[in-house]
């Protein structure tokens, strides 16, 4: 009759019982993949502490003109002064001895200026026409509170730089973190 006869053999139920008990790594988790995987979270924590501890500027475009530099001021360099009015909004963290980007509105030439002074408190459009007898574009383009800023220019005017020329200024008001600016990047980036 029938003799009892295992289906497998034993050597492969050995190599099945060997294969069971070896641990077999998915590709994803093999050592090296492990190790860049926690390398580069690594250098994404990184590089999102020093976004976070670099400071970018926050520049603000401000209107002035040019006047003759009183004697009541500093001694003067080139005989003339920037009278610039920059907006109150957001508050401008201003002091005296920054440096600021100043460009002729007509002819578009470029050269720089030092804070000498800043005068207390915000000065309403009205009150800056009157004050300073504004007219022309320079009284419409202030259109908000500014705060009034005395700009001594450096020794290299170009020389067709007169006095009553109107200015525009690209003044430093603050910084903020570069993270925070993140959100305004990934906005223009994804066009939203």
Not at 14 to 38: D, M, N, Q
Not at 90 to 95: C, G, M
Not at 114 to 131: F, Y
Request: glycine share 8%; charged share 10%.
């Amino acid at each position: 009759m029938f003799s009892r006869q295992h289906l497998f053999r034993s050597q492969a139920l050995e190599h099945y019982a060997k294969s069971r008990e070896k641990t077999i790594l998915p590709r994803v988790v093999t050592p090296p993949v492990f190790l860049c995987g926690w390398l580069l979270l690594g250098l994404l924590l990184l590089a999102t502490t020093l976004a976070w501890q670099t400071q970018a500027p926050i520049y603000a475009v401000a209107a002035g003109k040019l006047l003759k530099n009183p004697a009541v001021n500093q001694q003067p360099v080139s005989g003339l002064e920037a009278l610039i009015f920059v907006p109150a909004m957001p508050a401008p963290l201003l002091h005296v001895g920054d440096a600021i980007a100043l460009q002729v509105v007509l002819t578009g030439e470029s050269f720089t200026g030092t804070i000498v002074t800043i005068e207390p408190g915000v000065i309403t459009p009205d009150k800056a026409r009157q004050r300073y007898a504004l007219s022309g574009d320079l009284a419409l383009v202030i259109t908000h509170p500014s705060v009034v800023v005395h700009v001594a220019l450096g020794p290299t005017l170009p020389a067709d730089v007169t006095d009553g020329l109107s200015v525009s200024a690209q003044v430093q008001v603050g910084s903020q973190s570069v993270l925070s600016l993140l959100p305004t990047l990934l906005r223009g980036f994804l066009g939203g």
